[in-house]
């Protein structure tokens, strides 16, 4: 078989062409790239880094540092206690502190008690030189006595036992006894011995724990997170200390713990607590104020719980901290709401505003004082503006005129109580306000007129967002711009007015406005306003716009208000709030009052009134409608005398119907069907039939039924 395939290899027609070789592509396996080989030691160091940082690790170093800092601070304390008990070195604190906050009368009465403790201390010293002597004799006496008394409680004990062996059988149990006593001793000493130092520890570790003696970052998560921790004189001293005033720390430090001199007896005030802080020599005031937040959180405060204000003493600053979280927490509601019997006095009453820090009722006299009211935006002006508004309406003989240049029905409640209501942010709006402040000043004028004892009504005149007058940027027919901060400015100039010269016939301005600049609240309108008031604000600078120098330099600071938390919380500088002696202003939380409240309080003071008809347009002069104004000024009432429609058409436009007389009033009334008739002797206006008549003239079929 072999031999046949051979032979047909060499045969020749069995021989195929040469082929070309076959090329065959090999294609490798993916390559598996290794992983890179991470040296033993970079492995170490990383293991190392993740359980040297790790929190177990973080914990455990934590509670070895603090327990050893215990016994080391406990050792302090105690030698400290110690040393004070053996020296004179406490009244020697105690002097330097009274001389370093200038109290002499103190310093000479701890100079005194100084001197007696070194007297007392030498004569126990004198008297240790013969106590040995007097110990050896006392001792030697003693043992006569006490060996004669049992030599003689033997011989009795014999007598009775007729045994003399007994004399000496007393002797013999108190050898005994001390015998078994030095035996106890011998035994209990060596373990005493290996015990005794590790009990002096625990006695150490006790103590510093107990006084905390270890830094902050040591202590557990519990605690050195907490706060709220109670006010006490150390922490107070404390927290000076570390307020970054050098001359301050040096001198609390010469103090020593006497520190505490420094401070005045810590009173319990509403929310919070108070203390007087007298500065030593060479450190000033608004060192420490400047300083509020730092001081705020070496109190464990936020900056918002503490407040400081200098009182009339020299050199001193008051501390007010609030307990922790009081100030988040709301006040109760306002009087004007809870009690339905409460009415108001323009000139005696104060309006129930809110509380102070100290949580006492704080309320406010608006008697001839113009009101300003600032803040920013959403912080609760428009709500602590109105809430005095709504007080003084319980006192029916005041008149409003109201401007609310935001008109979102804010002040909807006082239509049928205020004479004028204009709410609206457009320019008609304001030029309507602007004019409405114009006639405010023409009333004015006409009272300061009249003759000298005339009393007049108070006449309250509130623009709400003010600063829409100061803005705007139109110009009536004289080129004159109704806003502005200049001279020719009508608002400015119908502003300055009032304030200089209204208070004396009870015509006040009350603004409320946002984010006060020279701009949108001039410098002379400010400062005209009797009563100022702040919400949060931006700056200092705005601070100072709004409440004055003097209520800023006085510790006031609005502008560490937190706009959006603090709603509500203003400063107050007024006269017309009991403000502590010695400050200059005083941090009010108002009450507030929700519109759905305010509207029943308007109901409750609109009952008191006798039909205020609300003007919501300034009238220019165009045709009147002589019914539907008497329809309007006749209101909700009744029936209205005759002399009182008269009065009060006149006062809704004096061009139209100012020279009415009866007449005049009667001949309208007549041709409409309503007469006017006489009840209870005088002649009178009914309500309803008025409103018939206006009622049958509207309606297109009733002229026809009546013809």
Not at 689 to 703: Q, T, Y
Request: proline letters at 5%; glycine letters at 8%; charged letters at 25%.
């Amino acid at each position: 078989m072999s031999e046949n395939l051979v032979h047909l290899d060499k045969d020749p027609q069995f021989l195929v062409p040469e082929q070309a070789p076959t090329v065959l592509t090999v294609v490798p396996d993916p390559v598996v790239q290794a992983a890179p080989v991470v040296p033993l030691w970079v492995r170490s160091g990383r293991a190392l880094k993740t359980a040297i940082t790790h929190e177990h690790t973080k914990t455990a170093a934590r509670a070895v540092a603090r327990h050893g800092l215990y016994v080391a601070g406990g050792t302090r304390i105690v030698a400290r206690r110690t040393w004070d008990g053996r020296t004179a070195s406490r009244y020697e604190r105690m002097l330097r502190a009274a001389e370093a906050a200038g109290n002499y009368e103190v310093a000479a009465e701890w100079e005194e008690r100084g001197q007696r403790f070194r007297a007392e201390r030498h004569r126990r010293r004198m008297d240790l030189l013969a106590s040995p002597v007097d110990a050896a004799k006392t001792a030697l006496v003693g043992t006569g006595m006490g060996m004669g008394a049992l030599i003689g409680l033997g011989v009795a004990l014999a007598l009775a036992t007729k045994d003399p062996a007994d004399v000496i059988t007393p002797l013999a149990a108190v050898v005994g006894l001390v015998s078994l006593l030095v035996t106890i001793v011998m035994v209990v000493w060596g373990p005493l011995l290996t015990i005794g130092p590790f009990l002096a520890l625990l006695s150490l570790w006790a103590v510093g724990r107990h006084q905390k003696a270890a830094p902050a970052w040591a202590l557990p998560a519990r605690e050195r997170d907490s706060e709220g921790e109670p006010i006490t004189p150390s922490i107070v001293v404390k927290a000076l200390r570390d307020l970054g005033v050098a001359p301050l720390r040096n001198a609390i430090k010469e103090m020593g713990d006497a520190g505490a001199a420094m401070l005045g007896p810590i009173r319990i005030a509403g929310c919070g607590v108070e203390v007087d802080v007298t500065l030593p020599s060479g450190v000033a005031t608004n060192e420490v104020q400047s300083r509020r937040r730092k001081l705020a959180e070496n109190l464990t405060r936020h900056e918002h719980e503490v407040f400081i204000t200098i009182p009339e003493a020299a050199r001193t600053v008051r501390l007010w901290v609030a307990d922790s979280g009081a100030l988040d927490e709301p006040i109760g509601p306002s009087p004007l709401v809870t009690d339905e019997s409460m009415t108001a006095n323009y000139a005696k009453g104060r309006a129930p505003w809110g509380q102070d820090l100290r949580g006492d009722a704080a309320a406010l006299s608006v008697y001839q004082r113009h009101l300003l009211i600032t803040g920013l935006s959403n912080q609760g002006k428009t709500a602590a503006l109105r809430a005095l508004a709504l007080w003084l309406a319980l006192d029916r003989s005041v008149e409003f005129w109201m401007g609310d240049l935001k008109g979102v029905g804010d002040w909807d409640m006082f239509d049928g109580l205020a004479a004028r209501l204009i709410q609206g942010p457009t320019d008609e709006h304001v030029i309507e306000v602007i004019e409405m402040v114009e006639d405010a000043v023409e009333e004015m004028n006409r009272r300061l007129q009249a003759p000298p004892g005339t009393e007049f009504p108070a006449l309250i005149v509130i623009v709400d967002e003010a600063q829409v007058a100061f803005m705007c940027p139109v110009k009536d027919d004289e080129k004159r711009p109704y806003g502005g901060a200049k001279a020719n400015s009508r608002y400015y100039m119908a502003a300055r007015k009032i304030h200089n010269q209204g208070r004396a016939v009870n015509v006040l301005l009350w603004q409320g406005t946002q984010d006060p600049t020279n701009e949108n609240l001039p410098k002379l309108v400010r400062e005209g306003a009797h009563t100022r008031a702040s919400l949060a604000l931006g700056t200092e600078s705005q601070a100072r716009m709004a409440l004055g120098d003097k209520a800023v330099d006085g510790g006031a600071a609005p502008n560490l208000l937190r706009p959006g938390l603090d709603q509500g919380t203003l400063v107050v500088a007024s006269a017309g709030i009991d403000i502590p002696k010695g400050q200059s202003s005083l941090t009010v939380r108002t009450h507030y009052i929700s519109t759905d409240d305010a509207k029943e309080i308007a109901e409750r003071a609109r009952a008191l009134r006798d039909g205020v008809t609300t003007l919501h347009t300034i009238e220019r002069g165009e045709d009147r409608d002589p019914l539907a104004d008497i329809a309007s000024v006749v209101g909700t009432t009744a029936r209205v005398r005759t002399k009182d429609v008269l009065a009060r058409l006149a006062k809704l436009n004096e061009d139209a119907y100012g020279g009415w007389s009866f007449i005049d009033l009667k001949r309208v009334l007549d041709d409409a069907g309503a007469e006017p008739y006489k009840s209870d002797g005088v002649m009178v206006v009914s309500r309803d039939r008025v409103a018939h008549a206006l009622a049958n003239r509207d309606d297109p079929g009733s002229a026809s039924d009546v013809a």
